[in-house]
């Protein structure tokens, strides 16, 4: 969950969009359109979940394991380097 009003604020808005482009998708199968541009916005609505899950992820991460500003040189490092490591998979 994300701890910050910013954060907060940043995750709300991509839950709105993610709306949207849901609604979007539910628009495009009453219409018949295409199967292209079906999975064109599924394709759309799975890159935004996972930029969610992302960021909602190093969120947790950083509170779990301590603020980066607060932790020491090797730990500020180690945190670093896994929420890298969770941007490169959810990608």
Known sequence: ???TVHEKKRV???VKRIR?????????LDADQGCAAVLQQIAAIR???NGLMSEVMEAHIRETFG???DASPERSR????LN????SYLK
């Open 84 to 87: 890298s490591l969770v941007r």
């Open 67 to 69: 603020q980066t500003a």
């Open 12 to 14: 709300t808005a991509r």
């Open 1 to 3: 969950m994300p701890y």
């Open 47 to 49: 890159g935004a979940v």
């Open 78 to 81: 180690q945190i670093e380097e």
């Open 20 to 28: 949207g482009q849901t609604e979007a998708l539910l628009r495009a």
